[in-house]
């Protein structure tokens, strides 16, 4: 029982310039026949996709924004960033989950996403093979776009998929390449998704959203042709229904945002995302949390953090502190979380001095940023530089324990910062000196 | 004059302003790109993703599919079972899902991260090979499951209806499935 071919007219010749008949093969409209391609199949697939990826780009800039790029040597990009990089408001500490909402919303969002932009990739395959190629200079600088649409989506979320799992096959450093990626990618999207969302609206008043859905494969049919379109000329007989297929794909990307939404929320959800790159814990003991780079990966010995470690605060005076000098100052506990650029995060309880109060200490109350230094040689992120607000918050602290136990070298131990809502890499680890301007 | 810029161009002269706004934009960051050391390896990655996906990666998927569409219509199509009830999608959802974990989680799962992954996290990254595998084997045997309790729900029906005296000549979409020269 084959399904009859619809009687249509004859494709028009193409314009001169291109050879009159498609070349054979994906060119020609015969050679696609999904019947389940279709304005409707697509238009569904991209309103899905849409909203996921505005909220991954708005979280993942607002991670940039999350560095306060403006501050000292904060930005990553590429000569510390130009104006629009940088970002016009200091990063808030309220509230203390900020960061860890608006990073897991950005890794959650856009492994939600990667299904569905797959899908819609493969319901627009014929379009690639449009013939003629180029019907006018419009149509070429729309295709040229729709090239960066495609390279640039695959290109950011296939970055940001491996760094979420510390691989990096490539010879570029990932935030840039991910960050201006983003730019390029978002350039292509909001100017398709303007030249678009006319063709899927009038695509839903004619077929409606949700009526195809109640199609059950015996009732499965193909979308009527159009030439330019993307429903088949001619339609093989449907294996599934395009509520199954949809069905597959939704199963695939809650599947997958579950996988990164497990890590972010944390607590009994963790260990049931099985691969989840932080799904496990080193042990159930108070230091057994989740570690971003141990001891050993950024090149320190205990020598360096051994007794004779020393915390150097520098502001109107200089100051030399040793971890008992600072054991003895006013302790304070606050349960705050270390939320991770990769979508991770984990909320501890944190002790140490307040930073105030060290800005106090170094002869700069109230001053209006500080210079945290790591002991570590090398890295991005030995130095970073902390706002006023970040340093006024009380909950803002150098902490040396954490629930209730020294900090374990892998940890930071002697001491690390902890900023309510700062990036986890804002955290400084093995802190070895602290520069503070004053106000 | 709009009607000029509509016969020159191929398209309203809001659409040529949209589509300059947005090169520019890319422009933007393609200049700030271009000052890094990195800057010809980035762009190759950019393009090469795009190459990898709509010639590489889609004909792939897209003949593996075909190839199993068409061994299946063979010797399964014609099994008395597989036209009471289609066992395609019972094999290609559980392929496709298993595929895509993969995709996603490959770095992990092959170990490909190990040396970092250690390093970073103090961890060992032994466990995603096997729980990936865990996974793979749950999608397959629920998939097998809901199979077996199709098969048995049409066998059951089709007893009823030879009770009840009902002709078994009805026309069903499960005889429909399983052939075609579909390219997905």
């Known amino acids: ?439 | 004059m709009i009607a000029r810029v509509r016969t020159l161009y191929g398209a309203s002269p809001l659409h040529l302003l949209a589509v300059i706004a947005s090169f520019a934009i890319a422009g933007y960051a393609f200049f700030r790109l271009a000052g890094t050391p990195t800057a010809l390896q980035t762009f190759i990655w950019f393009a090469g993703a795009a190459v990898a996906h709509d010639l590489i990666a889609f004909p792939l998927y897209s003949g593996l599919n075909l190839i199993a569409r068409r061994s299946l219509a063979g010797p399964l199509d014609n099994r008395e079972e597989d036209r009471r009830v289609p066992v395609v999608n019972h094999l290609r959802i559980p392929v496709f899902l298993s595929a895509l974990s993969l995709l996603l989680f490959f770095p992990e799962i092959l170990g490909l991260n190990s040396s970092n992954y250690a390093d970073d996290t103090g961890l060992g990254g032994d466990v995603f090979l096997t729980r990936w595998i865990g996974l793979c084997a749950a999608l397959f045997l629920g998939s097998a499951v809901v199979y077996a309790v199709r098969l048995r729900r049409v066998a059951r029906d089709e007893d009823e209806e030879e009770e009840d005296g009902g002709s078994d000549d009805r026309p069903g979409a499960a005889t429909e499935a399983g052939s075609g020269t579909d390219d997905a």
Request: contains cysteine; hydrophobic residues 45%; aromatic residues 10%.
């Open chain 1, 1 to 439: 029982m084959r399904l009859p071919r619809p009687n249509l007219p004859r494709p028009k010749l193409p314009k001169p310039g291109f050879p009159a008949d498609h070349p054979p093969g994906p060119t020609r409209p015969s050679f696609w026949r999904s019947p389940l391609r279709g304005p409707w199949l697509t238009s569904i697939l991209g309103s899905a996709l849409a909203p996921l990826i505005l909220v991954c780009a708005f979280t993942g800039f607002l991670s940039q924004a999350a560095y306060n790029p403006a501050l000292g040597n904060n930005s990553l990009l590429p000569g510390g960033g130009l104006g629009v990089d940088l970002y016009f408001f200091s990063w808030p500490t309220s509230p203390s989950f900020l960061y860890a909402l608006t990073q897991g919303v950005h890794v959650t969002s856009g492994l939600l996403a990667i299904p569905i932009l797959l899908a819609k990739l493969w319901s627009v395959m014929p379009k690639l093979f449009e013939w003629p190629p180029i019907r006018s200079i419009a149509h070429a600088l729309e295709r040229a776009s729709l090239a960066l649409l495609v390279g640039g989506s695959i290109f950011v979320f296939f970055t940001g998929l491996l760094n979420i799992q510390v691989f990096y096959p490539w010879p570029f450093r990932f935030l840039p390449a991910h960050y201006y990626g983003a730019f390029v990618f978002m350039a292509a999207f909001l100017l398709h998704i303007g030249l678009k969302i006319p063709v899927a609206r009038r695509t839903f008043r004619e077929q409606g959203v949700l009526r195809p859905l109640r199609a059950d494969l015996e009732h499965t049919e193909p979308e009527p042709y159009v030439e330019g379109h993307v429903a088949p000329l001619e339609p093989d007989r449907p294996t599934i229904s395009r509520r199954a297929m949809l069905a597959t794909v939704g199963a695939a990307s809650l599947g997958a945002g579950f996988i990164a939404a497990s890590q972010s929320i944390g607590g009994p959800l963790r260990s049931l995302g099985l691969l989840a790159p932080r799904s496990t814990q080193l042990n159930d003991g108070p230091n057994g949390f989740q570690i971003n780079k141990t001891l050993a990966k950024v090149n320190l010995t205990r020598d360096d953090i051994g007794p004779n470690w020393r915390l150097v605060l520098q502001g109107g005076e200089e100051r030399i502190l040793s971890r008992e000098e600072l054991l003895a100052m006013p302790q304070h506990t606050y349960d705050l979380p270390i939320a991770c650029v990769e979508g991770w995060s984990t909320t501890q309880s944190w002790t140490g001095v307040r930073l105030r109060d060290l800005a106090t200490l170094a002869g700069a109350p109230g001053a209006s940023q500080v210079l945290v230094e790591s002991l570590q040689k090398g890295g991005a992120l030995r130095e970073v530089t902390l706002s006023s607000g970040q340093i006024a918050d009380e909950r803002s602290l150098l902490a040396l324990r954490v629930n209730g136990v020294d900090l374990s070298p892998d940890h930071g131990y002697p001491a690390r910062v902890i900023v309510p809502a700062a990036p986890g890499v804002h955290q400084t680890k093995w802190v070895g000196a602290m520069k503070f301007e004053a106000a």
